[in-house]
Structures are given as C-alpha cells and as structure tokens.
Nanobody
C-alpha cells in the first residue's frame, strides 16, 4: 500500500497550492481520507477529512474557508486546495487513510500514511 503526496512548495502569503495524494496497492474508495500537517517542533495536527463518497467533510478551524478537500475515487487520488495561505500554514503535509466509519481528527485513527510534502509560506 502506497500513498504518494505531491504538490508542495514555496509560496508567498496569500498564494495558493494544490496538494495531491495518489493511492495504490489497495482500493481506497470506501475509506475515509484526510490531510494532516506537522510544523517543526509541533505535533501532527488534523487539517481536513473527507468521507468515502465526498458527501461529508471536516476541517480544522484554522483552515476553514481557505482550504478545500476533495477526492477522485476513479483515480484513487485525494486533493487539498489551499488558498490564502499564511505563514502559519508552513508544515509538512501528510495524507492518510482510515478504515473507520467516521472522519476522525486523531492521527491514531488512521491506518495508512503518505510520506509528506513540504509547504512553506513566506511572509
């Protein structure tokens, strides 16, 4: 099972990035998928999650209104559109998959993890 995250980079405050996470090795179409992030010296935190069919989403308060999570099950790919980026959004972003039935915000609820992609927002 592999989750390959991509799309990170360096962007100025107010800019946008779109992260992608391509899954392989098993079918994820019935699983919860989510994005987490970890800044230097901080714990990994939940950013956004999405149900198996995209019908339900959940966002951290800090990104609500700026980030949008989506998925394409036909392509086994998860996305995170990030707009109006702020320096405090700087972190390594990880995609994750959970076989649970609800969108959990705790990292321990997730079974598969991608390798992470760096997002750096300059002020």
């Amino acid at each position: 099972v592999q989750l390959q995250a991509s799309g990170g980079g360096l962007v100025q405050a107010g800019g946008s990035l779109r992260l992608s996470c391509a899954g392989s090795g098993r079918t994820f179409s019935k699983d919860i998928m989510a994005w987490f992030r970890q800044a230097p010296g901080k714990e990994r935190e939940f950013v956004a999650g999405i149900s198996w069919n995209g019908g339900s989403t959940n966002y951290a308060d800090s990104v609500t209104g700026r980030f949008t999570i989506s998925r394409d099950n036909a392509k086994s790919t998860l996305y995170l559109q990030m707009n109006n980026l702020k320096p405090e959004d700087t972190a390594v972003y990880y995609c994750a998959v959970s076989v649970q039935m609800i969108i959990g915000t705790e990292s321990c609820l997730y079974d598969y993890w991608g390798q992470g992609t760096q997002v750096t927002v300059s002020s």
